[in-house]
């Protein structure tokens, strides 16, 4: 099994950054993408940001320039830092971590895809 533990959430007036953090824990073999999503109220969980183990990352326009994710791989752990944040980043926000792990059952290497419980962004303007 892997756990996520996320970090870092919290209020901020608009223009502000925030920095959140997510480690990884538990049988972990590989790890391929580590990415973060948001949900706002009434709407459907987007991605905000994704990197690939060898680096290459996704943006969507909406947080282009002003979102950064990166990762230590020796931690495995990834982080967003938030910069100019506006009033509609306002969301839950959740890491996304795909890999591979041992299972319990089995024994034998099989793919992971978890997630976060979630850490609460307020932006205020």
């Known amino acids: 099994q892997v756990q996520l533990v996320e970090s870092g959430g919290g209020s901020v007036q608009a223009g502000g950054s925030l920095k959140l953090s997510c480690a990884a824990s538990g049988s972990i073999i590989s790890i391929n993408v580590m990415g973060w999503y948001r949900q706002a109220p009434g709407k459907p969980r987007e991605l905000v940001a994704a990197m690939t183990s060898g680096g290459s990352t996704n943006y969507p326009d909406s947080v282009k320039g002003r979102f950064t994710i990166s990762r230590d791989n020796a931690k495995n752990t990834v982080y967003l830092q938030m910069n100019s944040l506006k009033p509609e980043d306002t969301a839950d926000y959740y890491c996304?971590?795909?890999?591979?792990?041992?299972?319990?059952?089995?024994?034998?290497?099989?793919?992971?895809?978890?997630w976060g419980q979630g850490t609460q962004v307020t932006v205020s303007s």
């Open positions: 996304n971590v795909q890999g591979a792990t041992v299972s319990r059952v089995y024994g034998s290497v099989e793919p992971f895809n978890s």
